[in-house]
């Protein structure tokens, strides 16, 4: 027995070990030589350029990098905690950020596959080694972390106050609250916690965010007054719409009205439509018990509904595949989803599997890279251009519409934040009298 435990795990090892060289293969010797670009941070330096400009006494959205379009396009708050930047060298800023942002791969695969190991049998160790270089492999975190962006810190940020909100923090809703001060598009998760009846963690976002903001507006007044009356609405500033690696709704139609400008009418009818959609579902994946299945669905429509949304944003996408991941190795869909397959389990398991793998495919070998060039512009005409510009909005749009909810094992029951002092002394007072003949226990 204990030499065929040692066969396994060491089987394992070596799994986890060619899997971990075939991805490294593929992105050093294969996608390299067909992209041809690392991006070296380029995100970064312009975060910290733009802050050192602030520090030495200039308005920080006239900076631009190198004498280029690229400046600053976050609110005033995220230029707050970006402040640290420009206390390091650039190639050590750099080398911080690549270190910390592969921490977070590894902490979000763990979040994402030990339950899916305690529930189908498997060691937790085994499954979030073998998911660590995949998640990374995915455009979305492979570009955040090429670029130096932030999207890995957000994901956080939004994972620590659902982990917060289980365990019935008081504090929990200040991480969505960050989040949203720092890039806005977080927002729409405070929507998903107030439509799921989470009030206090709700209050706690809005309150939290307001007040970043506001710390913010009494730091520099002027820079605050900048974004949210001129800079917030010049999109030309966040770069084309029409660029390939604009994998919004917007993106989608400003290419098809290429070179004219797609209809604002249209686009806030389809973002209307996939709001909806997208918030219904996710409402309906909490209420069966599926809070990742929810999250993911609420963070697909962020990126759906937002005007900009670059393929490095696009991070929840991975944890759609896990989803599906965990369909296919057997856990049913809640009831509802899935209609046409109900009850037919070897079915679910294959289309599940089939879905996990096509949306793994298409962000591991970056189909839309392979019709555009690193600016934005196409490569290609026609048919090959509808659909090979879009892939990543047809994905998306599809795991909105088709994403199912699961059938989860009932676990901890959510504790509520405790009461303060004044609550609960009204909560006292305001309680009914005991029934008559009843003692007190």
């Given at each position: 027995m204990e030499l065929r435990r040692v066969v396994r795990a060491g089987l394992r090892v070596a799994v986890v070990c060619a899997v971990t060289a075939g991805v490294w293969f593929y992105l050093t010797r294969v996608l390299v030589l067909h992209l041809g670009y690392w991006h070296g941070g380029f995100d970064l330096k312009v975060y910290r350029g733009a802050v050192q400009w602030w520090l030495d006494g200039r308005p920080l959205y006239t900076f631009h990098r190198n004498q280029t379009h690229f400046g600053f396009t976050y609110p005033p708050f995220a230029a707050l905690t970006m402040l640290p930047l420009a206390w390091v060298g650039e190639a050590l800023a750099i080398q911080l950020d690549v270190a910390v942002s592969l921490l977070l791969v590894v902490l979000l695969s763990w979040w994402l596959m030990r339950p899916l190991a305690d529930r189908h049998g498997r060691p937790r160790w085994f499954l979030v080694a073998l998911a660590v270089p995949l998640i990374y492999a995915m455009e979305p975190v492979r570009e955040t972390i090429g670029y130096g962006q932030v999207n890995l810190y957000i994901v956080a940020l939004v994972v620590v106050d659902l982990i917060a909100i289980r365990r019935g923090r008081a504090w929990a809703g200040v991480g969505i609250g960050l989040a949203t001060a720092i890039k806005l598009t977080p927002g729409l998760f405070i929507l998903y916690l107030a439509l799921t009846g989470r009030r206090r963690p709700t209050v706690v976002a809005v309150g939290t965010s307001v007040g970043a903001t506001l710390l913010a507006l009494g730091v520099s007044p002027g820079t605050s007054v900048q974004f949210w009356t001129v800079t917030l609405f010049d999109t030309a500033r966040v770069g084309r719409l029409a660029s390939a690696h604009n994998q919004s709704?917007?993106?989608?139609?400003?290419?098809?009205?290429?070179?004219?400008?797609?209809?604002?009418?249209?686009?806030?009818?389809?973002?209307?439509?996939?709001?909806?959609?997208?918030?219904?579902?996710?409402?309906?994946?909490?209420?069966?018990?599926?809070?990742?299945?929810?999250?993911?669905?609420?963070?697909?429509?962020?990126?759906?509904?937002?005007?900009?949304?670059?393929?490095?944003?696009?991070?929840?996408?991975?944890?759609?595949?896990?989803?599906?991941?965990?369909?296919?190795?057997?856990?049913?869909?809640?009831?509802?989803?899935?209609?046409?397959?109900?009850?037919?389990?070897?079915?679910?398991?294959?289309?599940?599997?089939?879905a996990a793998l096509a949306v793994f495919a298409v962000f591991f070998v970056s189909v839309v890279a392979l019709v555009s060039k690193d600016t934005g512009y196409l490569t290609v005409t026609g048919a090959v251009a509808v659909l090979g510009a879009n892939a990543y909005v047809y994905v998306m749009v599809a795991l909105l519409f088709l994403l199912p909810a699961r059938t989860l094992p009932a676990g901890p029951p959510v504790r509520e934040a405790p009461l303060s002092p004044a609550e609960g002394a009204a909560a006292r007072t305001t309680a009914p009298p005991p029934p008559a003949g009843s003692s007190p226990r």
């Open positions: 709704l917007m993106g989608l139609l400003a290419r098809l009205a290429d070179p004219g400008r797609p209809s604002t009418a249209v686009w806030l009818l389809g973002a209307g439509v996939l709001l909806v959609v997208g918030m219904w579902r996710a409402v309906r994946a909490f209420r069966r018990g599926d809070e990742l299945a929810g999250i993911t669905l609420t963070g697909l429509t962020s990126c759906l509904i937002s005007p900009i949304s670059w393929n490095h944003h696009l991070f929840w996408v991975v944890p759609a595949v896990v989803v599906l991941l965990d369909v296919a190795a057997g856990t049913p869909p809640a009831p509802g989803s899935w209609r046409l397959l109900n009850g037919r389990r070897r079915a679910t398991a294959a289309v599940a599997g089939a």
